[in-house]
């Protein structure tokens, strides 16, 4: 590759790197042209971070489209009961039962199948490998001056678990019993007892396979991110001066680490008590008036495991999305990140607050009243973090000369997203409000904004933004715009009327609520939602054929630095090859917000501080 | 291609103290960690709600900690040997450390079948059930220790001993993860004697 190496700068930080950068003699090797070379290896088996990236963004948006679809089937059923969904029939088969009168309804158990499958697929294949798996791989050595991951290998097998694990899923969708139907927190007994119900059988082994393949994926690129980012780490590129999406990547990949084995430790008694009769989650069950031999053990025991995992996963989800922002707010609105520092101990005490929370999913579950106690002080406390960035990205927007392009409208929208279900969350945080809202669609509300919703904004915002990183190409900002104003209008439209509903009780996970004279007079709100989520869907697809369209026919990125941005990854070429920089690596003299100093409209992470350059940030 | 890059990775973190195997390994082995915790936690959890079987651990598992402490430190013995490059010496503790390994894994099975004959057999109770699954899953990390000893020990065989720091770092890496199965085991029968 030594034809790559740069003569002239291009660039004035091509040529600040030529001069102060960092000398690893990385390109004295010919590996890159073998790197690039066949196709297997580049786009298949490829170990560069920058390909498992889209590996990761293009896996997460099919599994995307077909989690979406699946909501969308029940939820047809559940506004439009009395419509026939007999059309379906070529594609569901059996799953749709036609009635004496012509009229085709998803049958039950289906419903409740499509309904986990809805969840596990969107909580760990779309927001967790999708969010975290792209936007660590792609961004953690570009913004920390790496040539790549600090274990290539694990990098890739990383991407095919989560490949395989996505492979078992998809095989239990085939099953003649069906998958798993028990809902995505796979509570015993339906998922403890292979009899429970149809899909508690094969399917439950299956997710149960495809969730423990889930983990690995999760672990090796988790350890793979942090000891990245602990050791790889350019000159003077100290821990104060990352960007904000790498802290967050950072703690996630953390958050990870310690919360994943925990369900496989669930999941591995799980598998005790289903294959060879212990009991630690079963006891005095009775199935047809017979008892079964499980005694002793505790279904509680259970939630506890999974929670200790499950509240932690939402943060996995969230924290990236919550970098991101913070990074495309700033660049767009050409101003600092108001209180970087504040910023990063949110981030550290969203991180350790999340594992001493878990017990709010379980107030209404028959735990101690007074260790519910414990758990309302602490998670009403999550909330002061939270406001604590909330408030941050306000002040950063406020007063800006804010660039309006999809990917900062975006931004702006997580932000509202996250207000509102921020709100809901104190709500639910307290333990005698949850015995009316537990298990209802409030609840469904509250986890759909703050960490659905508002998560898919999170990853909008960092695709459109490093779109132009991915595939030297951008995306089309007018059709991102009406994708964004169709998706914020759409998502409230749908999740809004679900507090109200709620907060009357209708419960979640219920089939038809036709048939309840006290849920009834929803059904006109019922049939709205269910209209606003198709048409939400649709803007969906909007982006999926602007994300397409623009890598072959998107306007060419023809600078290496289109929106004047301060962190490494914008001093790559245009081009970027394997190793990220093609000649030496850039050394960093400041920290990535310096937008606005001294008159200056941007000063790039590799321009030293100059004499008299005013001290402040 | 692994390799090249690997080597490039290396020189660009030359100025970092610890190299980013043995972080990673570190890392993963805090993962493995919070497993166990799930565990015994679940076990605490689940002891102080009543309905518990009380009996005694096998003393098979007692004496097998003699066993599983020495491998540890036999393996020790073996990576001095190495780095003195004594081969006959190296290979040798290398065996021993291996043999023990094996032995562990062969002696907590009689551990089990100790527990049963005590009346205390799978699916009786939780209590023992616990018992059951938490040393089960860390023989199965021990076997996976002795598969990498199994390499460990075919490549001293197959190749003459020379200190290269590639096979130093394999060594060291191996010695790393069979500490932790060593602690591990210390931390379970302790938490196991103390929580009857
Ligand atoms: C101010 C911060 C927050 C508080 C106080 C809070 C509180 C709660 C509480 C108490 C529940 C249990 C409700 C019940 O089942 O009765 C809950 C459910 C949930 N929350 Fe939050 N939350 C907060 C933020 C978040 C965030 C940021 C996310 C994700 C990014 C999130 C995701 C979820 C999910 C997924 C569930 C429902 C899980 C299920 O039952 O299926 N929450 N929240
Ligand atoms: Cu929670």
């Not at chain 1, 395989?164 to 969708?173: E, H, P, Y």
Request: net charge neutral.
């Amino acid at each position: 590759m030594a034809s790559a190496v740069i003569t002239a700068p291009a660039t004035r930080e091509d040529g600040l790197i030529q001069e102060l950068g960092y000398e690893d003699h990385f390109h004295e090797h010919h590996h890159g042209d073998k790197y690039q070379s066949n196709f297997i290896s580049h786009y298949i088996f490829s170990q560069d971070h920058k390909m498992i990236a889209k590996q990761f963004l293009i896996t997460g948006m099919m599994w995307a489209i077909i989690g979406g679809l699946m909501s969308l089937v029940f939820r047809m059923q559940l506004g439009f009961p009395e419509e026939s969904l007999a059309w379906l029939k070529p594609f569901l088969g059996k799953w749709i039962s036609v009635n004496s009168d012509g009229v085709g309804s998803l049958t039950q158990d289906f419903y409740y199948a499509l309904v986990t499958m809805h969840g596990t697929i969107l909580v760990f294949f779309v927001l967790t490998a999708g969010l975290s798996g792209t936007f660590s791989n792609l961004l953690i050595p570009l913004m920390i001056g790496a040539r790549d991951m600090a274990s290539p290998l694990l990098n890739m097998m990383s991407y095919w678990f989560f490949f395989l694990s996505g492979m078992v899923m998809f095989a239990s969708l085939f099953l003649s019993t069906g998958p798993f139907a028990g809902g995505w927190v796979a509570y015993p007994p339906l998922s403890a007892l292979p009899q429970a119900m149809d899909g508690s059988g094969a399917g439950m082994t299956l997710w149960t396979i495809s969730l423990v393949l889930f983990v690995f994926s999760v672990l090796l690129g988790g350890i793979n991110y942090i000891t990245t980012v602990l050791n790889l780490r350019t000159k003077g590129m100290s821990m104060w001066r990352l960007p904000l999406p790498i802290w967050a990547f950072f703690v996630t990949a953390i958050l990870g680490l310690l919360s994943f084995p925990v369900l496989t430790s669930a999941f591995f008694l799980m598998m005790l008590d289903r294959g060879i009769g212990t009991s630690f989650y079963l006891s005095d069950i009775y199935i047809g008036g017979q008892a079964l031999d499980h005694v002793g053990g505790s279904p509680i025991l259970y939630q506890h495991l999974f929670w200790f995992l499950g509240h932690p996963e939402v943060y996995i989800i969230i924290l990236p999305a919550m970098g991101i922002v913070s990074e495309v707010l700033s660049v767009n609105a050409r101003k600092p990140i108001f209180g970087y520092k504040a910023m990063v101990f949110s981030i550290l005490a969203i991180g350790f607050l999340s594992f001493i929370v878990w017990a709010h999913h379980m107030f209404m579950s028959g735990v101690n009243p007074f260790i519910s106690n414990f758990f309302v002080i602490f998670t009403l406390i999550i909330a002061v973090p939270s406001a604590v960035k909330v408030f941050n990205w306000i002040a950063t927007l406020y007063g800006g000369n804010v660039r309006f392009n999809p990917a900062s409208l975006f931004g702006i929208g997580f932000v509202s997203m996250f207000i509102s279900g921020g709100l809901t969350g104190i709500w639910l945080g307290n333990s005698t409000l949850d015995i009316q809202l537990h298990d209802t669609y409030f609840v469904v509300a509250h986890f759909h904004i703050v960490m659905g919703v508002a998560a898919f904004f999170g990853m909008y915002a960092g695709v459109y933004h490093w779109f132009p990183k991915m595939y030297g190409r951008f995306m089309n900002e007018t059709l991102g715009k009406f994708h964004f104003w169709g998706t914020l209008i759409g998502a409230y439209c749908v999740f809004w009327p679900m507090h109200y509903i709620g907060m009357a009780g209708v419960p979640r996970r219920y089939y038809r609520f036709d048939t309840f004279q006290s849920f009834s007079h929803f059904d006109s709100l019922n049939k709205f939602i269910t209209i606003a989520a198709v048409i939400t869907f649709g803007f969906q697809l909007l982006f999926v054929i602007n994300f397409f369209y623009s890598i072959w026919k998107g306007r060419k990125l023809t600078t290496p630095n289109p929106y004047n941005a301060n962190t490494l990854e914008w001093t790559t070429p245009v081009e970027v090859g394997h190793g990220n920089w093609p000649g030496k690596l850039p050394a960093v003299q400041r920290w990535a917000y310096d937008y606005g100093k001294d008159g200056r409209e941007f000063i790039s992470q590799v321009e030293p501080i100059g004499p008299d350059e005013s001290p402040e940030h | 291609m692994e390799t090249v890059v690997k080597q490039q990775v290396d020189i660009a973190t030359r100025r970092n103290k610890i190299h980013p195997k043995k972080l990673a390994l570190w890392v993963g082995l805090v993962s493995l960690t919070m497993m166990f915790t799930a565990l015994t936690s679940a076990y605490i959890v689940r002891r102080a709600a009543g309905n518990w079987l009380e009996f005694s651990i096998p003393s098979i598992f007692y004496i097998n900690t003699l066993v599983i402490v020495g491998s540890s430190l036999t393996l020790h013995a073996a990576f001095a040997a190495f780095k003195r490059e004594a081969g006959g010496a190296y290979k040798a503790w290398l065996s021993i450390t291996f043999l023990l390994g094996f032995a562990f894994v062969i002696m907590q099975y009689l551990g089990w079948e100790q527990l049963a004959a005590e009346g205390v057999p799978l699916t009786i109770n939780p209590s023992g059930d616990f018992i059951y699954a938490i040393s089960g899953l860390h023989a199965a990390h021990v076997l996976a220790g002795i598969a990498v000893l199994g390499v460990a020990l075919a490549m001293a065989f197959i190749r003459p001993l020379r200190v290269t720091p590639a096979r130093k770092l394999r060594l060291e890496l191996t010695m790393t993860y069979w500490h932790f199965v060593d602690v591990l085991w210390i931390y379970l029968i302790v938490f196991l004697s103390l929580q009857r």
